[in-house]
């Protein structure tokens, strides 16, 4: 099979009303990337060869999404909603350059696994027209039945069709289909809109295909890969679903999740072997752990890489362009954006770094921060190899502290810190013995007086 073509056909034509939100139905996310992404990858990795991704008018957003993932999909609207059948015929150009296999799919079915479509593909190698995804629902009203005669599909019938016998079959139709390419477009293009609708149904071409004396087969699947998200209810429940696959996929690949069920993971996030993640910890999209890091509770990491043995957190942030080298630690309370923190450095508590690089082997002290945005631009802050910068102090980028200065507590840096000096950027301390007392002594004065006055 490896040697045969496939045009994959997304239908992400429909417009979600009741998701109740402004934004196209198939670019909701769930774990950090939209439905149509997720679609789009598992046909990737099942093999396809051409995509066609067939949109509603006026949805740009949906193709942009749709080109970011895969560049060289192609793009085609369905200008009327007509049907399954009719949004496939959107395509019809590119089912008529002749791929082999034909897989349509459609892009709210985020929970679909490449291997699932390889099965499909596997029966259109075996001689099938027509393949078809079936699944047994534990509540199947509602659904079209698959009509089976031992291994062969014979028709799917919608409920308020089917009879009482056909009612009780278990096995249910799951939208998704492959078709060979060499009577694809003979079995669509004979679907009609003979039904209540007047609409061109998908599910048509199994009947279709068995009056031209076409082989059909139905391939069984969970309800959860076929299930379609219309509702943000049911974006949530396949939230739920996708981060269990994600925690097993850790778990199994040699990550230590103390609390599985309170770390959330992006689709894309790549974890080391015996990387421990405490619990509570949310990783946006664009993050990598390697081997032997630790990250601490209530973290929050995103477009960030973390080096082996770096310890992150509790309680720390890590924002897009993060990069932490081996054996740093970030510690709680810190943040850190657009930054290198090289081998062995630390900021361990209350510390905002942004726009910068620290040194291997520097120590960031509580309370610091580089002051890197004017109002208008961003700015660099460069603290040198074994660095010390004293707690509460601001570096005023742009600014370099060069290798192994010292910068004094509750400074103010606004210039450049030679390598191996000391700078100091705050008032000089004043005391006034007896102070305080004398202070005291006129408040309490000052109370008994405004009192006699009552």
Known sequence: MGARTCLAIVLAAGEGTRMRSAQPKVLHAIAGRSMLAHVLAALRDAGQTETAVVVGPGHAAVAAEAKAVLPGAEMFVQAERRGTAHAVLAAKSA???????????????????????AKLRAELAQGAAVAVLGFRPADPTGYGRLVMDGDNLIAIREQADASEAERAIATCNGGLMALAGAQALAILQKIGSDNRKHEFYLTDAVAIARTMGLRTRAVEVTEDEVSGINTKAQLAAA???????????ALDAGVTLVAPETVFLASDTKLGKDVVIEPYVMFGPGVTVEEGATIRSFSHIHGAHVGPGAIVGPFARLRPGARLEEGVHIGNFVEVKEALIEAGAKANHLSYIGDARVGAGANIGAGTITCNYDGAAKHRTDIGKGAFIGSNSALVAPVTIGDGAYVGSGSVITRDVPAEALAIGRGRQTVKEGWAGRLRGAKSAGKTTRQGSK
Do not use: K, N
């Open 239 to 249: 939230e739920s679903q996708m981060q269990q696959r994600l925690r097993q996929a």
């Open 95 to 117: 089912i008529a350059r002749g791929a082999d296999d034909i897989l349509v799919i459609f892009g709210d079915t985020p929970l679909i696994r490449p291997q699932t479509l």
